[in-house]
């Protein structure tokens, strides 16, 4: 049975991953130190033989017992509010938690893969993105705590492949959603859905004409399996190139959850990239991948899950 450690295992996208990689047969060590992550994500794994977790913060040596033949790294912090909240754990994990991740895969020969990031390409001058854009990012700005960590990551990623032969895989994730993001996380689709259910109006940024590209969490799980499983050592962009203004999203929310709040407009924070849209390309003739469920499907499935929530937890939400 193959051993795969999984970083950030917690978290909304790690905690599906730990069920893919269950479901594929695998032998899975999650680790988590919960500071962005609930354990309530995971908890349906815990009877189960072929998972074990880790409550430790990779910023720190780490070490797991036997053989490892994959490691998926995706503890970071991944909400610009979290990120802002806590910078230093954010350049650090990026930093440090990456190098001992590729130490750890180093002595365990293990292949590891790195969960980058769309923002690795800031506020993009080119449009949409492919993976030999260099990016236009302000290191000192505000989201540059996590935007240069994922780039450093990058960067020691790649020093390990060309130095020491490691086996790496890098996935520039492009905003995914789907059920387990943290209602209270600040990122949009939680933001807006919250706001709907408890009442409230939604808050678009600036005057909404920014553009993201909503990828549905299974497809994004879908990409990185294969990347992983493929022999391709350079970037790859994994979302859904389907592009949409904010301000015209959050009418589809409100179409969706049949809310009669209103739209409100606050100030667009610092840095907020004005569009984005993947180039999959790459993932296309490399991956055989390509996005299976659209907006409609996705959202419907996120919208019910988030209903399931009780009042005490919308409620604290809010906070
Ligand atoms: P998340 O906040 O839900 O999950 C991150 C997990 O990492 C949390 O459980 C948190 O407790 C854990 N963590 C953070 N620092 C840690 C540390 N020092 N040691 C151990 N665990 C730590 O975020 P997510 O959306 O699931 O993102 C996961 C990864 O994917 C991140 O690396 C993020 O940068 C990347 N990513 C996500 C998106 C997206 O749209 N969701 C987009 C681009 C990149
Ligand atoms: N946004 C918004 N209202 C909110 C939360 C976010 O208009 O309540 C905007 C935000 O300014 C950005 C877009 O939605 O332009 C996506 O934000 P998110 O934090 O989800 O992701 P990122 O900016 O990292 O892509």
Redesign the pocket.
Known sequence: MKRILI??A?????SHLCDKFIQEGYHVLG???????DLKNIEHLFGNKNFEFYH????KFVHVPGQLDYILH??????PI?YLKIPI?TLK?GSL?THNLLGLAKQKEARILI?S??EVYGDPLIHPQTEDYYGNVNTIGPRGVYDEA?RFQESITMAYHTFHGLETRIVR????YGPRM?LN?GRVIPAFIGQALRGEDLTVFGDGSQTRSFCYVDDQVEGIYRLLLSNYAQPINIGNPHEITILAFAEEIIKLTGTNQKIIFKDLPKDDPMQRQPDITRAKELLGWEPQVNRAEGMKITYDYFKTLTEEELRYSEH
């Open positions: 970083t950030g917690a978290g909304f996208l790690g680790m988590d130190n919960l500071i962005t992550g430790h913060d990779v910023t995706f503890a970071s912090p991944a909400s979290d754990q994990v938690g969960a990031t769309s994922k994730i492009f905003n995914t943290r996380d």
